[in-house]
Antibody, heavy 112, light 107 residues
């Protein structure tokens, strides 16, 4: 069974950074791109970017190029996304997804 | 970026109704269009991939069609569990872009 297990909710201060994880199981981690998607409360979905876990190659949406950093650890079958210089605009749920399979989402709240 | 204009934003319907949801792309997306259903507090669920391919396990009352810039999701006979929000996603070119969503509500 394919599972994408994401880390827990985060409450972070404005200006700080946060790193969230997505642990994959039930398939060969390096065979599929991992995508990340943002969803602000009661709003739509926004594609952040994707990583190829086999070689670390990344593609980002322009608006996230200085906000998000995607990495992957083949040894632990885990994808990561770091978000930097956090503002209230970054308060959202962040999903990792393989297209068909999705993580449960991580709620990141930016508040002082 | 390819803009995806989804309509309607809200749809009120009854059990048994046939409903259609549309997505219009700002340029040809070569049928690289997926449909997702999302319920409150849950991750999206893929219903249809590449315009008209029904995901395994999804009821046959869901279907997709379209080409070029215009795509449609049809639910042939609404069931109580279908009341949710629906999104389209183009994956023809980067950045991938979603439609704004259609909230399907019980009339």
């Amino acid at each position: 069974e394919v599972l994408l297990q994401q880390s827990g909710a985060e409450l972070v201060r404005p200006g700080s950074s946060v790193k969230i994880s997505c642990k994959a199981s039930g398939y060969t981690f390096t065979d599929y791109y991992m995508h990340w998607v943002k969803q602000r409360p009661e709003q739509g979905l926004v594609w952040i970017g994707r990583i190829n876990p086999a070689n670390g190659n990344t593609v980002y949406a322009e608006k996230f190029k200085s906000k998000a950093t995607l990495t992957a650890d083949k040894s632990s079958n885990t994808a990561y996304m770091q978000l930097s210089s956090l503002t209230s605009e970054d308060t959202a749920t962040y999903f990792c997804t393989r297209g068909l399979y999705w993580g449960q989402g991580v709620m990141v709240t930016v508040s002082s | 970026d390819i803009q995806m204009t989804q309509s309607p934003s809200f749809l009120s319907a009854s059990v048994g109704d046939r409903v259609t949801i549309n997505c219009k792309a700002s340029q040809n997306i070569n049928k690289y269009l997926n449909w997702y259903q999302q319920k409150l507090g849950e991750a999206p669920k893929r219903l249809i991939y590449n315009t008209n391919n029904l995901q395994t396990g999804i009821p046959s009352r869901f279907s997709g069609s379209g080409s070029g810039t215009d795509y449609t999701l049809t639910i042939s006979s609404l069931q109580p569990e279908d009341f949710a929000t629906y999104f389209c996603l183009q994956h023809n070119s980067f950045p991938w872009t979603f439609g704004g969503g259609t909230k399907l509500e019980l009339k």
